[in-house]
T-cell receptor, first 114, second 113 residues
Framework: DTEVTQTPKHLVMGMTNKKSLKCEQH?????MYWYKQKAKKPPELMFV???????INESVPSRFSPECPNSSLLNLHLHALQPEDSALYLC?????????????FGEGSRLTVL | AQSVSQHNHHVILSEAASLELGCNYS??????LFWYVQYPGQHLQLLLK??????LVKGIKGFEAEFIKSKFSFNLRKPSVQWSDTAEYFC???????????FGKGNQVVVIP
């Protein structure tokens, strides 16, 4: 069982909807990540939070808005998405500081945009 | 930034055959190396990892990988595959002291019973 919990597991939304993806970990990790994975493709990094501050934004469109309310929680707010944003969204966490770079992944939230 | 190359994206083999998946990376410094597996419809799982020490590392389910620094490679092997090894395999690299993980394009492995 993964120790990174993501909700919801599946989400269907229209292009005008506002929704959020949630991620939670209780491993004491101080880095949390959002990745996007399209079918048959590798995960692509979207955002990294280090010590609850946004440290990396990989030029992600503003219709995706991350939030890290505390060291255990990570949200991804979605607004005015496009059908091409349909994908599996993966949350991950890791220790900080780190020499190993090992990430622990959640099971993902599968998003469909109609 | 580091980059990762995986070749032979689609691999089809019979049960009991041996499997070897190649992974090459490009980065000038020390790296941490990983292989992740994603079974159909499931999430990413860590298969094995290399940080330092013995370059031959053993992971779960009989997999092993060898780090060859001179070749910038971290190839994955399994002597005898099973049908349940059908999955997508991703090689990933992060610079030492850095949590920015980069993935290769993956190998789709299909094992025929």
């Amino acid at each position: 069982d993964t120790e990174v919990t993501q909700t919801p597991k599946h989400l269907v939304m229209g292009m005008t909807n506002k929704k959020s993806l949630k991620c939670e970990q209780h491993m004491g990790h101080r880095a949390m990540y959002w990745y996007k994975q399209k079918a048959k493709k590798p995960p692509e990094l979207m955002f990294v939070y280090s010590y609850e501050k946004l440290s990396i934004n990989e030029s992600v469109p503003s219709r995706f808005s991350p939030e890290c309310p505390n060291s255990s929680l990570l949200n991804l707010h979605l607004h005015a998405l496009q059908p091409e944003d349909s994908a599996l969204y993966l949350c991950a966490s890791s220790r900080l500081p780190t020499n190993t770079g090992e990430l622990f992944f959640g099971e993902g939230s599968r998003l469909t945009v109609l | 930034a580091q980059s990762v190359s995986q070749h032979n994206h689609h691999v089809i083999l019979s049960e009991a055959a041996s499997l070897e998946l190649g992974c090459n990376y490009s980065y000038g410094g020390t790296v941490n190396l990983f292989w992740y597996v994603q079974y159909p419809g499931q999430h990413l799982q860590l298969l094995l990892k290399y940080f330092s020490g013995d370059p031959l590392v053993k992971g779960i389910k009989g997999f092993e990988a060898e780090f060859i620094k001179s070749k910038f490679s971290f190839n994955l092997r399994k002597p005898s595959v099973q049908w349940s090894d059908t999955a997508e395999y991703f090689c990933a690299v992060s610079p030492y002291g850095n949590n920015r993980l980069a993935f290769g394009k993956g190998n789709q492995v299909v094992v025929i019973p």
